[in-house]
Nanobody, 121 residues
Framework: QVQLVESGGGLVQPGGSLRLSCAAPGSIFAINAMGWYRQAPGERRELVATITSGGTTNYSDSVKGRFTISKGSAKNTVYLQMSSLKPEETAIYYC???????????????WGQGTQVTVDS
């Protein structure tokens, strides 16, 4: 069972900053891309940001200029630096990774368990 381990969620005031971290198992053969999605109560899960193994990034229009996705020095780690947070961005944030578990396996998506981010004064 492949698990993505997320950390960094919590309570932050409007306008504040928070950094999320996600780590995939070190035994993974290859990671094609990693990213963050979020889901607010009663809403669909939506893309926040992604980054490919080559470093190409993609952001939701709503977070451009405020959020930054980056890879860690270890190939299996990704961060999401969030700034100028808004109350409407309160949600569970999920890490996603498109990976090949072994040389022989196909690529597929894996999800973390989610981390709660609450933006409230």
């Amino acid at each position: 069972q492949v698990q993505l381990v997320e950390s960094g969620g919590g309570l932050v005031q409007p306008g504040g900053s928070l950094r999320l971290s996600c780590a995939a198992p070190g035994s993974i053969f290859a990671i094609n891309a990693m990213g963050w999605y979020r889901q607010a109560p009663g809403e669909r899960r939506e893309l926040v940001a992604t980054i490919t193994s080559g470093g190409t990034t993609n952001y939701s229009d709503s977070v451009k200029g405020r959020f930054t996705i980056s890879k860690g020095s270890a190939k299996n780690t990704v961060y999401l630096q969030m700034s100028s947070l808004k109350p409407e961005e309160t949600a569970i944030y999920y890490c996603n990774a498109n990976m090949k578990q072994t040389y022989y396996s196909g690529s597929r998506d894996y999800w973390g368990q989610g981390t709660q981010v609450t933006v409230d004064s």
